[in-house]
């Protein structure tokens, strides 16, 4: 006889990777407390907004010249610059409201507390040892992930939920981040590396992180305030916005781990190519899926994980596409956390990871920059500017780099010499060396 729809739907989730109830989701959106340490830390939050030093920084929210740095940097707002920069975007976009207004949460201020009282505990949890992957990168990829969540295209083919959806993945995809990288979890054979099969070691790490801090602490929990279903005349269709929003932030984050740089790089130039041939293919499709069956909407949610997972992607590569002063600010950073690396690899006569050798490194700064930029952040921005026009700027800040860097490499310019200083050394060797040159 023929198969009951329970049955169908049975064998959908158990034996297919198809996700209904976040299909449901997204379709739907188409269609559609007592004062705690936390809330004084809000408080002092707000007051530091409204420095005049911060408020200037702040300004260029939304703007690709945002620099995240400065802010992380600054004495008033750098031990909590996610909580920070977590409230002026809120406050400033109105999300929580619209998400209320959406039917999507129940309380917009409740979940605005929770979100930034979890906004606090990710600024404690990123580590202060690492260079470069800190609490000031979370804020950089948070600030392009929100200016690229503002273009039209994205905005066309996304609602409110998802762009917070987004901002909140991009805030805690390098979450608990030890500075050390993939290979080198997966060359010592760290718990970490265990825990995870080698797959994704780090990036499975931060979203677990986030989520079981948010577990442990109800006041951070934002996520147990989304609707987890909605009512309506079919019993099958369950919108489940809690699952719809932890699968994005998980294939979010999953998606920044650079072993999937190429796929997505071919994946963004077919969208690219079908997006020359019939500008408004994608929105159909999307109409469609609406509309459509199981089959159309499972298809419509993929289309869009995979635009979002795009955005974050791209923040997270995009240190060469800012003006060259934030550029090489985190440039100088990202050295210095590879050659840090290679320093405790060879101590623990390992092979040295790629990028990691800094006697090597430091002669060949401009051939190694150039080399990113051409290998691998100007193949992934020129797709992506053919869909997001204001991501053009980003492509003119890259090729305005690109020519700083070939004259550095041209004139033989020392590390020293581009960055007017040393490479940042961590604090622990840091405190180390100082040590052995007081004995």
Not at 209 to 227: G, H, I, N, V, Y
Not at 388 to 408: S, T, Y
Request: aromatic residues 8%.
């Amino acid at each position: 006889g023929e198969t009951s729809a329970e049955t169908r739907r049975w064998l959908l989730r158990n034996f297919t990777e198809q996700d209904l109830e976040a299909a449901d989701a997204n379709e739907i959106q188409s269609a559609s407390s007592s004062p705690s340490m936390e809330a004084r830390q809000r408080r002092s939050s707000s007051q530091i907004m409204l420095m005049p030093e911060i408020s200037d920084l702040l300004v260029m929210t939304g703007s690709i010249d945002f620099d995240a740095l400065a802010l992380a940097t600054s004495p008033e707002a750098g031990h909590r610059c996610i909580s920070v920069f977590g409230e002026h975007v809120l406050s400033k976009d109105g999300m929580c409201k619209h998400m209320e207004d959406s039917g999507w949460i129940e309380d917009s201020t409740g979940f605005q507390q929770a979100f930034l009282a979890f906004c606090s505990r990710l600024d404690s949890l990123y580590n202060e040892d690492a260079i470069y992957h800190s609490s000031a990168h979370a804020v950089d990829v948070a600030a392009t992930t929100h200016w690229l969540m503002r273009s039209d295209y994205i905005i066309s083919r996304t609602t409110k939920l998802d762009h917070f959806m987004a901002f909140a993945a991009a805030a805690l995809h390098d979450v608990g981040h030890p500075g050390m990288n993939n290979l080198w979890h997966t060359k010592t054979m760290s718990p970490l590396a265990l825990r995870y099969n080698d797959k994704s070691i780090l990036e499975n790490m931060h979203v677990a992180l986030a989520f079981e801090t948010m577990q442990r602490d109800p006041d951070c929990d934002w996520f147990s305030l989304l609707k987890r279903s909605s009512e309506g005349a079919d019993p099958y269709l369950s919108a489940n916005l809690q699952q719809y929003v932890r699968k994005g932030i998980i294939n979010m984050v999953l998606a920044t781990d650079m072993a999937k740089h190429s796929s997505h790089v071919q994946e963004l130039k077919r969208l690219a190519e079908e997006h020359r041939e019939s500008p408004d293919h994608d929105m159909r499709e999307e109409e469609e899926g609406a509309e459509g069956d199981k089959a159309a909407r499972q298809k419509a949610l993929e289309k869009k994980m995979f635009l979002l997972e795009t955005v974050v992607h791209a923040a997270d590569i995009s240190n060469p596409c800012k003006p060259r002063q934030i550029m090489l600010a985190w440039t100088r950073r990202v050295l210095s956390e590879f050659w840090a690396q290679g320093d405790e690899e060879r101590r623990l006569h390992l092979e040295v990871s790629p990028l990691c050798d800094r006697e090597s490194g430091m002669v060949t700064v401009p051939k190694g920059q150039l080399g990113f930029i051409n290998f691998v952040v100007m193949p992934f921005f020129s797709p992506l500017a053919e869909l997001v026009e204001e991501a053009q700027e980003a492509i003119e800040e890259l090729v305005k780099n690109c020519e700083f860097w070939k004259a550095q490499d041209a004139a033989g310019t020392s590390f020293e010499e581009i960055f007017g200083a040393d490479p940042i050394m961590p604090p622990m060797l840091t405190q180390v060396t100082q040590v052995s040159e007081g004995s």
